[in-house]
């Protein structure tokens, strides 16, 4: 066995779930941004970086070495959307929903990829399991709605 993390280890000829792990070693981890789009399977490539959002106030010093893109939430929308979903490696993780991925996805809409912020709208807008009032009422909560309409009536 091989030591990956502080109390987690790994079989040798296993390859390390970097997300799983992450999870275990910070319960107030929560995966947002690209990654969150990616295990959705809401973009067509691997995310370029982990992305995490934690609340405002938490000392995230220990992820900074880690080449992980942190997002900092106040705590009344810290945890608006999150559940849970399976990684690569088919261990479940926190991170937030699709609708909570859309809503920060059109608010960052210019720190994003072109091409990962077309085919993730184009992606959610086409499923059939998109729920469309929740994205109204998180945008809503947000204070996004105006923004998120537009793409709502042009694409639904």
């Known amino acids: 066995m091989e030591k990956v993390a502080k109390g987690i280890y790994v079989i040798e000829d296993v390859w390390p779930d970097e997300l799983y792990i992450m999870h ?84 960052e809409r210019e720190k994003n990829e072109v091409q990962n912020f077309q085919t993730a709208i184009k992606e959610y807008m086409t499923s059939k399991d998109k729920k469309l009032s929740k994205l109204i009422e998180y945008a809503e909560i947000l204070g996004i709605r105006d923004e998120v309409m537009k793409y709502v009536e042009v694409l639904a």
């Open 24 to 107: 275990i070693r910070n319960s107030a981890v929560i995966f947002s941004g690209e990654t969150a789009l990616y295990l959705h399977n809401l973009i067509d490539r691997e995310y370029s970086e982990i992305c995490i959002t934690v609340p405002k106030g938490y000392n995230a010093t220990h992820l900074k070495a880690e080449n992980v893109q942190i997002k900092y939430a106040s705590k009344n929308i810290y945890e608006l959307g999150t559940c849970e979903v399976a990684s690569s490696s088919g261990n479940l993780v926190k991170v937030y929903d699709k609708e909570r991925c859309i809503c920060d996805l059109i608010s």
